[in-house]
Antibody
Framework: QVQLVQSGAEVKKPGASVKVSCKASGYTFTSYYMHWVRQAPGQGLEWMGIINPSGGGTTYAQNFQVRVTLTRDTSTSTVYMELSSLRSEDTAVYYC??????????????????WGQGTMVTVSS | DIQMTQSPSSLSASVGDRVTITCRASQSISTYLNWYQQKPGKAPKLLIYVASSLQSGVPSRFSGSGSGTDFTLTISSLQPEDFATYYCQQSYSTPPYTFGQGTKLEIK
């Protein structure tokens, strides 16, 4: 079955970086876009960015433009999200979410169809 | 950026009730509107795609409607497992993909 499995919880100090992985299985990895969404404790959902696993192209939310980097490894069907210059406000659960649209369907309505289990990142001194 | 506003922010209801949640976009988004359900400690789950298309495996008591700026999610007869937080999300004008603030559905 289609599945996204994320790496485990992280505790980081302010100013550090964190890299979260998301391993996909059960479908052709390069065929579907992958998004990252985060959720601070008790708060709503915030979209961070999207990567095309086929070509590696990325688009980021303005709020994260300078600090976030999405990459992928096609040999292991894994997408990575790295967030730098961490601050306490970055404490959140980070989710990867596979798009409902294939990379060949750009322009069609998108949605977050399959989600990882989430990775808790805690930023504390 | 397109702003998404849900109402109400929280709602108390009983098993068997009919419940409607509203989502309003700050500009027209056609039917590029999705609904998600999130239970505590779990990832969100896609319920409805492009305003009214029920995802596979989602019970038929869930339905969605609307176009342009105004959308609704309706649960025709609440079941115990439906108590959760619901989010709307637009994919019309991206980036960014934006969510509503959420509606917490609680047991009365």
């Amino acid at each position: 079955q289609v599945q996204l499995v994320q790496s485990g919880a992280e505790v980081k100090k302010p100013g550090a970086s964190v890299k979260v992985s998301c391993k996909a299985s059960g479908y052709t990895f390069t065929s579907y876009y992958m998004h990252w969404v985060r959720q601070a404790p008790g708060q709503g959902l915030e979209w961070m960015g999207i990567i095309n696993p086929s070509g590696g192209g990325t688009t980021y939310a303005q709020n994260f433009q300078v600090r976030v980097t999405l990459t992928r490894d096609t040999s292991t069907s894994t997408v990575y999200m790295e967030l730098s210059s961490l601050r306490s406000e970055d404490t959140a659960v980070y989710y990867c979410a596979r798009a409902i649209i294939a990379v060949t369907d750009r322009g069609k309505p998108d949605a977050f169809e399959i989600w990882g289990q989430g990775t808790m990142v805690t930023v504390s001194s | 950026d397109i702003q998404m506003t849900q109402s109400p922010s929280s709602l108390s209801a009983s098993v068997g009730d009919r419940v409607t949640i509203t989502c309003r976009a700050s500009q027209s988004i056609s039917t590029y509107l999705n609904w998600y359900q999130q239970k505590p400690g779990k990832a969100p789950k896609l319920l409805i795609y492009v305003a009214s298309s029920l995802q596979s495996g989602v019970p038929s008591r869930f339905s969605g409607s609307g176009s342009g700026t105004d959308f609704t999610l309706t649960i025709s007869s609440l079941q115990p497992e439906d108590f959760a937080t619901y989010y709307c999300q637009q994919s019309y004008s991206t980036p960014p993909y934006t969510f509503g603030q959420g509606t917490k559905l609680e047991i009365k």
